[in-house]
């Protein structure tokens, strides 16, 4: 069965900072990957995504995530981090066949001035 | 223009009520969820209907009964809510078409049992 760890319950990143937020995956294939961010009181939005050719992938809001097949990741990356980046991140994996997409709990993201 | 459309936003209510929570999507997708996120942010599938047939149907308490009208709707309906059942909804929708599509998710329905 598919399943994704976040090993990261909370981060806290200065402002201005560079961030990576880690997500690992199990799956029986090749995966589809994603990363969606949900601001406070706000839906999901897709943040990136990866499903083939390029393992470095570029996303909305200057973020990028490397997929690496051999540690099983898709760790999430900003160089610089903006107060408005405060939100909960959650790496997903799937679908497969029938099934859906598989999410990870979450990672808090906090953003010190 | 919302892409994936949820009513209501907010909603509370008393235990032992039956209330629904109602989705639309306005992109051609074939395929419509049900998710429940919990206090802890978790986020489960509940339900996953494509072309109106249901596909999947996750460990859900009977009380809880979706209905897709057409391929453009997916409603929830909820009998006898418990304070278990406090949690926010999510509705979200995807094309059959394109597995890497990723899914489309609307804003939410934050649903509290008094």
């Known amino acids: 069965a598919q399943s994704v760890t976040q090993p990261d319950i909370h981060i806290t990143v200065s402002e201005g900072a560079s961030l990576e937020l880690r997500c690992n995956y199990s799956y029986g294939a090749t995966p589809y990957l994603f990363w969606y961010v949900q601001s406070p009181g706000q839906g999901l939005q897709l943040l990136l995504k990866y499903f083939s050719g390029d393992t470095l992938v570029q996303g909305i809001k200057g973020f990028e995530a490397e997929f690496k097949r051999s540690q099983s990741s898709f760790n999430l990356r900003k160089p610089s981090v903006h107060w408005s980046d405060a939100a909960e991140y959650f790496c997903a994996v799937g679908p497969s066949g029938y099934s859906t997409l598989t999410f990870g709990k979450g990672t808090m993201l906090l953003v010190s001035p | 223009d919302t892409a994936v459309s949820q009513t209501p936003k907010y909603l509370v209510t008393q235990m032992g009520n039956d209330k629904s929570i109602k989705c639309e999507q306005n992109l051609g997708h074939d395929t419509m969820y049900w998710y429940k996120q919990d206090s802890k942010k978790f986020l489960k599938i509940m339900f996953s209907?494509?072309?109106?047939?249901?596909?999947i149907n996750e460990t859900v308490p009977n009380r809880f009964s979706p209905k897709s009208p057409d391929k453009a709707h997916l409603n929830l309906h909820i009998n006898s809510l418990e304070l278990g059942d406090s949690a926010v909804y999510f509705c979200?929708?995807?094309?059959?078409?394109?597995?890497?599509?990723?899914?489309?998710f609307g804003s939410g329905t934050r649903l509290t049992v008094v």
């Open positions: 209907y494509n072309n109106k047939e249901l596909i």
């Open positions: 979200a929708s995807s094309p059959e078409w394109d597995r890497a599509h990723g899914y489309t």
